[in-house]
């Protein structure tokens, strides 16, 4: 003799409040509304009943199957809820001043910042490549139009090795040989460390991380950027925020633009984060050069594209409200146990 109806209801509920995880509603759901379910179990049972009582007793699974299914479907809920509000309390809770509660590893807020943004282009088919942060002049620079003695270099001094090779300025060093590889069409993203011989503050770095994303198509034109833009930073920040397009030059896009968000430190008012100005470059973009599609080996009778060079370390400091970008650096594991997970 199997359970009662009331002795697999009370059962189902059991286990429902252990469950916390996506896949354990699925088992759950398997387990009761499934094929060889429990629940579907005594539907099978009609013919054991008493002809007189068969209609009660497929009301009364019926009843319980859907007070099963309904219950999944709460619990469902509730669970997305909750970890959006987690996500959302994530934000601008950094503070380096709590005492560390660490007692495992944790990952770094970039990292953090880097696989959700890698997600989110991933579904909408782009690949995500690697690259050296060892690279040659070729790659760096003339390869993206900047021939030697360009001025637009002085803007990339960066740690020369003897043998010529440099620590990459930005991750658009990696264009070419993706180009290269995939020819077109292509979507994909690069994201990467880059180094830059700079004096350091609350927002410059000697080294920070950028990631770069192409797309190469027919027909591909500004609106197509800004789409892709305007999807990803909506994903990340899970809010409404404010973004702004102005001209910006580098001579591998034309034309070029620099995509501003508001800084989310001071709500737009202001503050060291973002020199005062209430505003913060977040990620320069533009139409890819025709010398840098070729370079690429790229038709440019046929095919257009757009890259963009994301800050993705500015974009982990606006996220988190991480004040200095020195801290990211500063291997202080005070700074990495509030991102536990
Ligand atoms: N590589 C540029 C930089 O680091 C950013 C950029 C990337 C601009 C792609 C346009 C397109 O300054």
Not at 14 to 41: D, H
Request: proline share 4%; net charge negative; glycine share 8%.
């Amino acid at each position: 003799m199997g359970m009662t109806m009331q002795e697999l209801r009370e059962q189902f509920y059991e286990k429902l409040q252990q469950a916390n995880a996506a896949e354990a509603f699925e088992e759950l759901r398997v387990r009761y509304l499934g094929k060889k379910g429990e629940i579907t179990g005594l539907l099978k049972n009609m013919g054991a009943i008493e002809p007189s009582m068969r209609k009660e007793y497929g009301a009364k699974v019926n009843a319980l199957k859907e007070e099963v299914e309904n219950s999944i479907k709460k619990r469902i809920e509730e669970a997305h809820a909750r970890e959006l509000e987690l996500k959302i309390a994530a934000t601008e809770r950094y503070d380096l001043t709590l005492p560390s509660t660490l007692e495992t590893g944790s990952y770094h807020p970039i990292t953090l910042v880097q696989r959700e943004v890698e997600q989110i282009f991933a579904s909408m088919g782009f690949t995500i490549e690697d690259y050296d942060e060892i690279v040659d002049d070729y790659h760096c620079f003339e390869a993206l139009n900047i021939p030697k003695h360009h001025p637009a270099r002085d803007m990339q001094d960066t740690y020369y090795l003897d043998n010529g090779q440099l620590l990459k300025t930005h991750t658009s060093a990696a264009q070419n040989a993706i180009m290269r590889k995939y020819g077109a069409p292509l979507r994909a993203i690069f994201p990467g460390r880059c180094f830059r011989n700079e004096s350091t503050d609350a927002c410059h770095e000697n080294t920070f991380f950028q990631m770069e994303g192409i797309m190469i198509d027919e027909n591909i034109s500004i609106s197509n950027l800004i789409y892709f833009m305007k999807t990803m930073l909506s994903e990340v920040f899970q809010r409404d925020i404010k973004v702004r397009l102005r001209p910006g030059f580098f001579p591998f896009v034309e034309p070029g633009f620099e995509l501003d968000i508001s800084c989310l430190i001071c709500g737009g008012e202001g503050c060291p984060s973002c020199k005062n100005s209430g505003w913060l470059e977040l990620c320069p973009c533009g139409m890819i050069h025709p010398n840098v599609l070729k370079a690429g080996g790229i038709d440019t009778e046929k095919y257009t594209g757009f890259a963009f060079g994301l800050g993705l370390t500015r974009l982990a400091m606006m996220k988190y409200g991480i004040k200095d970008i020195r801290d990211l650096n500063s291997g202080n594991l005070k700074s990495l146990d509030q991102f536990v997970k």
